[in-house]
């Protein structure tokens, strides 16, 4: 699966075609219209535009189907190099087929191919197991040695969803239990049901952790109706609104892993590959503990400015 690539970020230049006159054009296809996914798109907008690149944007409305349709749609337009942000790791794989079929190189970000990068032109993914890590180590610290329950509300059982959580358990102090583990489905409804149910049956659980922030929120309603309001919440995400709820007590931790950077990182990288410089295949959105105290030193998760 192109070990080297994923673990080290092998240098790598691009064999794939680019305007040899006139500004680079990009196609970015994008998986759905959520808060992810807007912020995502702002990033490569703005990014795009100040490196005088031409730029068609679609999105697939977490559509696997549509997806391809609009993959074939930038194919058709002739752009240099396609940007991806796939409805899921299972509906890149025809999509990686498609563009190497018709010599279109085509960048990812957040998933990679079941087979490996040979086929894309680079990718831009988060380190989910220390994102899991970063929120353990600061749940074993506060412990201080006590013994305590925590439980776990996770993504939507995806390899991406479980290498997170993966990383979670694995650095969790011997004196941290986990009691429960429930899926939230990104979903703050679904997250909020689940952490009600785990109160139910664990009344003395003293930490959640809680894949994002958006499912974050709705496990503090739930704890907070359930009369556990002293219940710590670890999370990931790193947003204005997360924060806001670091400050206020709602949350005691998150990590940031800013959106803006990967929508940077994606055209800065592709354009950089498509000119052959010696740039790294596969970059990674930087991770940061972000609690209480340097709240106002998280990096900026979103675009400020409209698209």
């Not at 697939?60 to 190099?81: H, P, Q, T, Y």
């Not at 993504?155 to 009691?179: E, H, I, P, Q, Y």
């Not at 139910?200 to 659980?205: G, T």
């Amino acid at each position: 699966m192109g070990l080297c690539l994923l673990l080290s970020g092998c240098a790598a230049s691009s064999t794939g075609r680019s305007s040899s006159s006139g500004p680079p054009s990009l196609g970015f296809v994008n998986g759905d219209t959520k808060h992810f996914h807007t912020c995502l798109e702002k990033a490569v907008r703005e990014t795009a535009a100040s490196n005088m690149a031409t730029l068609q944007v679609a999105n697939s409305r977490a559509s696997a189907g549509r997806e391809l349709s609009n993959i074939k749609a930038m194919i058709d337009s002739e752009v240099d190099a396609i940007i991806i942000q796939s409805v899921d790791s299972k509906a890149l794989d025809a999509d990686v087929a498609m563009a190497k079929k018709a010599g279109i190189p085509l960048f990812v970000t957040s998933y990679t191919p079941s087979d490996g990068n040979d086929d894309v032109l680079g990718a831009v993914l988060f380190r989910l197991p220390e994102i899991g890590r970063l929120n353990a180590e600061w749940i074993s610290k506060d412990a201080d040695g006590r013994q305590v329950e925590v439980g776990i509300v996770s993504g939507d059982g995806t390899s991406s969803s479980n290498s997170m959580v993966r990383g979670f358990t694995k650095a969790l102090a011997d004196n941290v239990k986990v009691v429960a583990s429930e899926p939230g489905g990104y979903d703050r409804s679904k997250a909020k049901s689940a952490a009600s149910r785990m109160i139910r049956s664990h009344p003395d659980l003293q930490y959640v952790f809680v894949a994002n922030e958006d499912m974050a929120f709705g496990v503090r309603e739930a704890l907070d109706q359930a009369g556990s309001t002293d219940v710590r919440i670890v999370t990931a995400n790193g947003t204005d609104e997360g924060l806001a709820a670091l400050k206020d007590g709602r949350f005691s931790a998150t990590v940031s892993s800013p959106v803006m950077e990967m929508g940077e990182l994606a055209v800065t990288s592709a354009l950089s590959l498509l000119r052959g410089d010696q740039t790294d295949k596969i970059a990674y959105v930087p991770n940061r503990l972000i609690t209480e105290g340097n709240a106002d030193t998280a990096p900026i998760y979103c675009p400020y400015d409209d698209i």
